[in-house]
């Protein structure tokens, strides 16, 4: 996540690697999603300490903003994202190979 900030021509690089290599776009390891949710679990523990929540008023913040707000909304935003893309926004020739947009890549922007 540093090299976007530092070397973002690297990490475009890299990237195009993976997809000649692996034929998707996606990421495949879980790591920047491990660390995303940790840190919403960090901002979650700081935001109830702060406030005075408590142990069920932290326990009710993980659950609405890690299952609602990042899970489910995730996974509803990717969805519709990826069916516009696949239905609308295709370029389609004769010549080239059919080209889709992959449901983990969607998810993956979205995060």
């Not at 973002?8 to 034929?23: A, E, F, G, L, S």
């Not at 300490?49 to 899970?71: C, D, E, P, R």
Request: charged residues 15%.
């Amino acid at each position: 996540m540093l090299y976007l900030l530092v070397s973002p021509k690297r990490v475009y690089r890299n990237i195009y690697y993976h997809k000649q290599t692996k034929n998707q776009w996606a990421r495949d390891d879980p790591a920047f999603l491990i660390l995303q949710l940790l840190g919403l679990v960090i901002t979650t523990t700081a935001y109830s300490i702060v406030y005075g929540a408590g142990s069920n008023g932290f326990l009710k913040a993980i659950l609405q903003l890690l299952v609602v707000n990042y899970l489910l909304s995730g996974i509803v935003l990717a969805s519709v994202t990826w069916l516009v893309a696949n239905k609308f926004l295709r370029h389609q020739n004769v010549h080239a190979a059919d080209q889709q947009v992959e449901w983990m890549y969607a998810f993956d922007i979205n995060c």
